[in-house]
């Protein structure tokens, strides 16, 4: 797959047994669907919130950040907010294929993680998740 | 006793006696309609159908193959897989080991193709593949090969050509009618005659509209029927309904679609893969039973394995005096207790198994395997340029060296 | 003479069909005690390839379960007897066979308490093979038996057992095992 906001070379990152897909350009990262229910599973998180259907009904949000079309399916993805603490801008599949954090987004993660102790809720958890994986950027 | 299932249905064989002649009358009144003769209409369909029925027989097996990018694999790709599907080759009794092929899809969905039980292929999506248990592939995996071994996939098959040329002879002839090919329209005056021709114009118009449908119709019907024999058969061979059942579960669980899915073969599959949301329960246009009846069915076998078991919670589940399984079938069966849930050791959970369906994928897009050592693993893909990859976790700078 | 060409032609008539009955249902137990006989080398391979995993799953475990020495040899030996068991006739070999199934179930059992040896990537791969070879194992016997059953029924019911009186056609002998261990295990009742 090509990485859906530079058209860069995409490698997968397996950390803890949960594929990532990274853009090794922009740093951006793609969550699939499956993926994110195993991590779901794992630290058994079992709320709707973490379903990517349920994502995807979440209010459209206005953002100026270009539109993204999803690196499965090709169609145009919605852009919404994930967690409270930190509000997370994402791309999410309308047919429900997975989630795309920008390289901005991520890096975003990684500076908020720093001040804060555990995230109160579902979504937070796999945001620190992603923000434990991608350590280091580069 | 299986022996018997695949002979003596009547009420198959009269469906597909029924779906013949209607496309006997199709290509009768068309011929009748647009070129004046009737036998050369006759002529035309049959001599479209043989040359279908004669590619499908030879070449639709990698034809659907080729259109679901199916990959087979070899026993060490996945030796679970491969040996559960062997273990359902012996038990039903199958000449040969089927090949196994592997469909990269998240959508959960199997199927089988193949003219005979001794040239035959079973295909399962990475999807299905990863959310199974071994009791539940072997129970998709034994319903798949129930369709080898009872020659569902060729009577399918010609099914389905049968179909596709009464629906190919309709668009055609409603093309030429109303394009001024009509016999009826060139003849202007009107006589004794007129009146026999406005008659077989309007059998051929009627025609055109019905018979798609009709066929379509019974074909489904047959499909259903044939689901129900190879769930029974299913839970015959693995002697654990509850096998099928729960993976029919899971399977009812998903949403997505597949992709690379073709009409035509929809009855091949374990599940109809163009189901869409909230369509209704007992639908007369559906190749396959609603999934909820048949784990009904396969939960009412009361600790029983065998046909009869089958046929008897089939009655009760749907409220019916009327069977599916062929009475000689169920002649000289002896009852069969069915398995009870056990352990199996070892098995992988859920992450392993998703992890040994991605690996192998993976290996088969040629991506290279980095191991860092702070126990990320990455996965290049062909096309990366550069000597070496940064790890996004602990940054360090593995070398590109070991890749295909 | 117009009586005499009717009474000659139900005469051949019948005895064509005689004759096609014969052919018929000679041709159908043939058919039947090969599928017996197929069934039954479907076994044998299966047994065979059990024998075959033990010396490499010994291997494998050995180093793990220094303090179960018996249960480890009560799998060789039984093994061993089930090898000498090969070809002294169908009841004999499935006892012996029980007998190794129900030791390898006791090993399998142990092995619970060394997540080290469970844990063991060489050691999950013989597993699978070996949980799949006993389910071929008991898969072959399912398919055994449902064949001997079948041919029994046609030896033994009129009026193809008429035929298979003439040609002499034994009835089968079922794989029953009759181990402690597999007794539990529902199997299809002959009644
Ligand atoms: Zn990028
Ligand atoms: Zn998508
Ligand atoms: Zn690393």
Redesign the pocket.
């Known amino acids: 797959m090509d990485c859906p906001a530079c058209k860069g070379v995409v490698v997968v990152v397996e950390y803890q047994r949960i594929e990532l897909d990274y853009c090794t350009k922009c740093y951006g990262v793609w969550f699939d669907a499956g993926e994110l229910s195993l991590l779901a599973e794992r630290l058994d998180l079992r709320g709707a919130a973490l379903d990517v259907n349920q994502i995807a009904a979440l209010p459209e949000k206005k953002a100026a950040e270009k539109a993204r079309g999803c690196p499965i399916c090709r169609k145009k993805m919605k852009k919404v907010t994930l967690g409270s603490a930190p509000e997370v801008l994402v791309d999410v599949c309308t047919r429900g294929d997975g989630l795309w954090f920008d390289g901005g987004e991520v890096g975003q993660v990684l500076g908020q993680l720093k001040d804060k102790g555990a995230a109160a809720d579902e979504q937070g958890r796999v945001i620190d998740f992603l923000g434990e994986v991608f350590h280091v950027r580069g | 006793m299986w022996e018997q299932i695949r002979s003596n249905q009547t009420r198959t064989l009269v469906l597909v006696v029924a779906m013949g002649l209607l496309l006997l009358l199709v290509g009768y009144f068309l011929g009748e309609a647009i070129f004046g003769s009737g036998i050369g209409g006759l002529v035309v369909a049959i001599l479209i159908w043989v040359v279908m029925n004669l590619f499908a027989y030879f070449q639709g097996d990698s034809m659907i193959l080729a259109i679901s990018r199916a990959r087979k694999i070899s026993p060490d790709d996945h030796p679970r897989l491969y040996n559960v599907v062997e273990e359902m080759k012996i038990a039903s009794g199958l000449p040969k080991i089927p090949d196994i092929y592997i469909i990269d899809d998240p959508s959960p969905n199997a199927f089988a193709v193949g003219r005979d039980p001794s040239r035959a292929s079973v295909a399962i999506t990475s999807g299905l593949l990863e959310r199974l248990n071994r009791d539940e592939l072997q129970g998709v995996m034994a319903h798949e090969i129930s369709h080898i071994k009872n020659r569902d996939v060729l009577l399918m098959t010609f099914c389905s050509v049968l179909l596709g040329t009464i629906v190919i002879l309709a668009w055609f002839g409603s093309r030429m009618m109303l394009f001024g090919g009509a016999r009826g329209g060139r003849r202007s005056s009107g006589g004794g005659g007129g009146y026999a021709t406005l008659i077989i114009v309007a059998v051929a118009i009627l025609l055109m509209i019905l018979a798609p449908i009709a066929a379509q119709l019974i074909y489904y019907a047959i499909s259903r029927k044939r689901e129900y024999l190879a769930d029974a058969s299913g839970a015959l061979y693995t002697r654990y309904p509850e096998g099928l059942a729960s993976a029919l579960e899971k399977i009812a669980g998903s949403t997505q679609e597949l992709k690379t899915a073709n009409q035509a073969f929809a009855p091949m599959y374990i599940i109809n893969p163009f189901r869409s949301k909230g369509r209704a329960a007992s639908d007369l246009t559906s190749t396959h039973p609603p999934i909820s009846e048949r784990v009904r069915i396969l939960r009412s076998m009361a600790g029983g394995a065998s046909l009869a078991a089958y046929e008897k919670a089939y009655q009760e589940v749907r409220g019916s005096g009327r069977g599916v399984i062929p009475p000689s079938a169920l002649v000289g069966e002896t009852p069969v207790a069915a398995r009870k849930a056990e352990a199996v050791p070892a098995e992988p959970g859920k992450v392993e198994r998703a992890r040994e369906t991605s690996d192998l994928l993976w290996k088969y897009s040629n991506y290279g395997l980095v191991n ?5 693993k990455l996965r290049v893909p062909p096309k990366l340029r550069g000597s070496s990859i940064r ?1 996004p ?2 940054g ?1 700078v593995n070398p590109l060296s070991s890749r295909p | 003479m117009g009586i005499g060409i009717i009474v000659l032609i139900v005469v051949l008539a019948v005895l064509f069909l005689v004759i096609g009955f014969i052919w018929m249902t000679y041709n159908g137990l043939v058919r039947l005690r090969n599928q017996v006989k197929n069934a039954w080398a479907q076994i044998d391979v299966q047994l065979k390839r059990r024998h075959d995993l033990i010396p490499n799953l010994m291997e494998t475990v050995k180093g793990y379960m220094k303090h179960e020495r018996e249960t480890l040899e009560a799998v060789t030996s039984a093994r061993n007897l089930a090898q000498k068991a090969i070809g002294t006739g169908v009841g004999a070999q499935a006892k012996a066979e029980g007998e190794l199934s129900s030791a390898l179930s006791r090993l399998l059992a142990v092995v619970e308490n060394y997540p080290d040896l469970k844990a063991n990537q060489n050691f999950m791969a013989l597993q699978e093979e070996l949980t799949s070879t006993e389910n071929k194992i008991s898969f072959s016997r399912q398919y055994y038996n449902d064949s001997v059953l079948t041919y029994n029924n046609k030896t033994q019911m009129v009026p193809s057992n008429i035929i298979a009186g003439m040609f002499g056609f034994k009835t089968g002998e079922f794989f029953e095992v009759t181990a402690a261990a597999e007794r539990e295990a529902p199997k299809v009742s002959f009644g």
């Open positions: 860092c050592e702070c126990g990320t790890c976790h602990c360090r």
